[in-house]
């Protein structure tokens, strides 16, 4: 299977070779190392990144032995999991042989050979169509994006292949066995074609399911749970989050389960509710609000945009009676959009103040006015603040 695999791909570089050259300034040597700033060695403590203070989970000691990882060192042992444990297992992608621009695939073509982990060319249609085809014969298709922000020529393949295949055939055939990875996310310095969120594009499309993690012992666990779902997954990483998040995490494999949200702080005021980065931002919000309010916050990682779990934000909302949720993508149109339209509905009376959104702008994620742009913990904070005073 992964030799078919393997001229499929040549196959599909043949095809694409005349594609546009596009983006090559932009991925250069300079701006991916500008992207992975290594951090310092004392990885047991909190990590102060930009805008947010990374806050590593305690130790699991659930699933074995562990070993210090960040991000991108998390996505590697998943990927070098999956290859031993499932020979039809393959891994394509624009430079994923040399080990990505994030180094996330780093050894393992010298580990499992050219014919299972293989570059493609620069045509993000292309792979994700390959991907489609490769699981539809049953093996398992791991496809990398470069960035999010280069997800778009792959839409049409996404929404109207992958996530129909299985409907459109009445089951008789399906890519569930399709996941799609890409770093997403603002970075810092990454402007318009290397920090936005698209997650709430699929969140429309029925079909497939979309998984966001916070931190490198997350990003394991819900990883080799996409690869093994029978559904096609799009798996954001947060970018930011590559060198800056480091944890103890089990070398051997282990599964979170997809579609369960995380109550990681327990409170009685107010439910904050982010995915990514960004829940790093909002337990800064809960500390301030502790330390100068008195307030006491309810923190939940959605982790799954879809399909998300409604349950346990209502049952956290019906019990703090006020709602706040924040994502680094435009406000209109965002998940917290569709987020807040349901708890409206599903508790509407138990609401002590409108539901606050806490939201990138509507216009072009900017280049030396992020910090302007990003939901950062002030802006959340004020709105939490009002909340209260409503």
């Known amino acids: 299977?992964?030799?078919?695999?393997?001229?499929?791909?040549?196959?599909?570089?043949?095809?694409?070779?005349?594609?546009?050259?596009?983006?090559?300034?932009?991925?250069?040597?300079?701006?991916?190392?500008?992207?992975?700033?290594?951090?310092?060695?004392?990885?047991?403590?909190?990590?102060?990144?930009?805008?947010?203070t990374f806050h590593p989970d305690p130790e699991s000691l659930q699933y074995g032995q562990t070993q210090k990882m960040n991000l991108f060192q998390s996505i590697t042992s998943a990927l070098d999991n999956s290859l031993a444990k499932d020979p039809t297992a393959v891994i394509f992608g624009e430079d994923v042989a040399f080990g990505g621009v994030f180094r996330c695939t780093v050894g393992l073509r010298d580990k499992y050979g050219k014919d299972r982990v293989f570059n493609t060319p620069l045509c993000e249609q292309g792979i994700v169509g390959f991907g489609i085809g490769i699981a539809v014969t049953g093996a398992t298709?791991?496809?990398?994006?470069?960035?999010?922000?280069?997800?778009?020529?792959?839409?049409?393949?996404?929404?109207?292949?992958?996530?129909?295949?299985?409907?459109?055939?009445?089951?008789?055939?399906?890519?569930?066995?399709?996941?799609?990875?890409?770093?997403?996310?603002?970075?810092?310095?990454?402007?318009?074609?290397?920090?936005?969120?698209?997650?709430?594009?699929?969140?429309h499309c029925p079909g497939i399911k979309v998984v966001i993690p916070r931190s490198p012992f997350q990003a394991k666990g819900l990883l080799l749970s996409c690869i093994e779902d029978k559904n096609p997954c799009i798996f954001f990483e947060p970018k930011i989050l590559y060198r800056a998040a480091v944890e103890q995490v089990p070398v051997e494999p282990y599964k979170i389960p997809l579609s369960q949200a995380e109550v990681i702080q327990e409170g009685s005021d107010v439910t904050l509710v982010a995915w990514g980065t960004q829940v790093h931002v909002i337990r800064e919000v809960a500390s301030m609000a502790q330390e100068k309010l008195g307030v006491s916050c309810e923190v939940i990682d959605l982790r799954t945009i879809v399909p998300w779990d409604v349950d346990t934000v209502c049952k956290s909302v019906i019990k703090t009676g006020r709602?706040?949720?924040?994502?680094?993508?435009?406000?209109?149109?965002?998940?917290a959009s569709e987020i807040s339209s349901t708890v409206q509905e599903e508790c509407f009376l138990n609401l002590e103040a409108p539901i606050s959104r806490v939201c990138g702008y509507d216009t072009p994620f900017p280049h030396i006015f992020e910090p302007f742009y990003i939901p950062d913990k002030w802006k959340c904070y004020d709105a939490l603040r009002k909340m209260i005073n409503y």
């Not at 078919?4 to 070779?17: D, E, N, P």
């Not at 701006?31 to 909190?46: C, N, S, Y």
Request: proline share 4%; aromatic share 12%.
């Open 141 to 203: 298709a791991i496809a990398e994006i470069q960035f999010a922000d280069y997800i778009f020529p792959a839409f049409d393949q996404i929404v109207n292949e992958a996530a129909k295949y299985r409907y459109r055939s009445g089951d008789l055939f399906n890519c569930g066995s399709l996941t799609i990875r890409a770093p997403w996310g603002c970075v810092g310095h990454g402007a318009l074609y290397h920090s936005q969120s698209p997650e709430a594009f699929f969140a």
């Open 1 to 52: 299977m992964a030799a078919v695999a393997a001229r499929a791909g040549g196959l599909l570089w043949l095809r694409a070779a005349g594609a546009e050259r596009r983006r090559c300034g932009l991925r250069c040597a300079a701006l991916v190392q500008g992207f992975l700033q290594p951090g310092g060695e004392d990885t047991a403590q909190k990590r102060r990144v930009a805008h947010f």
């Open 323 to 335: 709602l706040l949720i924040s994502h680094e993508a435009p406000l209109t149109g965002g998940f």
